[in-house]
């Protein structure tokens, strides 16, 4: 079982969040704050949960991955508690990798290794895409 801690820093509605292992994460519910949106962390949550693994399984698979991004794009209720409605994510692959293996390595992340993606999946609807981009 894993802790973490969030401290206040005093400041507004500034706050450092101590990972188990790793740099602290500013968060921020102030605009003109440096920390990240507190909401905006549960989406990008899922992407860094999905792109640990689908680098891993394209190294694995011995692909030439250069590039990772994920575009996402969150839908969430107008009123409070504004609760997560759908979570989509566009993955932008670079390098020379197989458009099938790049799509297999989401789907597994997603359905088996990711437990971001696993504790969400019965309370926001989750929807990707691959697409592959040959370096230049």
Known sequence: MGEA???WTGERLQFLGEPGYGDP???????DGTGAKPSDLLPLSL???????VVAILKKQREDLVGLEAVITSTQDVEPPWTFRAIDVE?????DVDQHKAERAVAISEGKYC?????LRDVVALSYRVR????T
């Open 5 to 7: 801690r969030l401290r």
């Open 91 to 95: 993955w932008i692959v670079t390098g």
């Open 132 to 135: 592959v981009e040959r370096p």
């Open 25 to 31: 994460v500013e968060i921020g519910g102030d605009p």
């Open 47 to 53: 992407a860094a949960c999905t792109a640990y693994d």
């Open 115 to 119: 437990a971001v993606a696993a504790t």
